[in-house]
């Protein structure tokens, strides 16, 4: 097992405890998509998290292939909504988040 002291040697710090256990940018997309509860764009949710829009595409269609996102087209644009799963799924995330605060 991996304590705090190795971890503090590695660059973690008390605050990174959530980055540990998940991807940062995945839960985040989740996250964010739960807060707002009408479906996104992948431009806008790329820059709330804080990534690149082709780093998004690629783990929105994961988060698609895991059945937690789905694509709803509206013309030539794609808007991003969460699934009932990933509805769960995000508020697992941030009860975790909370509970490492």
């Known amino acids: 097992m991996v304590g705090i002291y190795s971890l503090q040697r590695y660059g973690y710090t008390m605050k990174d405890n ?4 998940f991807r ?6 989740l996250v964010a998509l739960k ?3 009408r ?7 790329a820059k709330e998290v804080d990534c690149t829009y082709s780093h998004a595409v690629k ?6 292939e895991l059945g937690l996102v789905v694509f ?5 644009t794609k808007l991003i909504k969460l699934t009932k799963r990933g509805m769960e799924v995000a508020n697992n995330i941030e009860n975790i988040k909370q509970s490492l605060a």
Do not use: H, N, T, V
């Open 18 to 21: 959530f980055d540990i256990f």
């Open 39 to 45: 479906a996104r764009y992948g431009s806008l949710l």
């Open 24 to 29: 940062r940018k995945p839960a985040l997309m």
């Open 72 to 76: 709803e087209k509206k013309g030539r």
């Open 59 to 64: 783990i929105l269609q994961s988060l698609e």
């Open 35 to 37: 807060k707002i509860s």
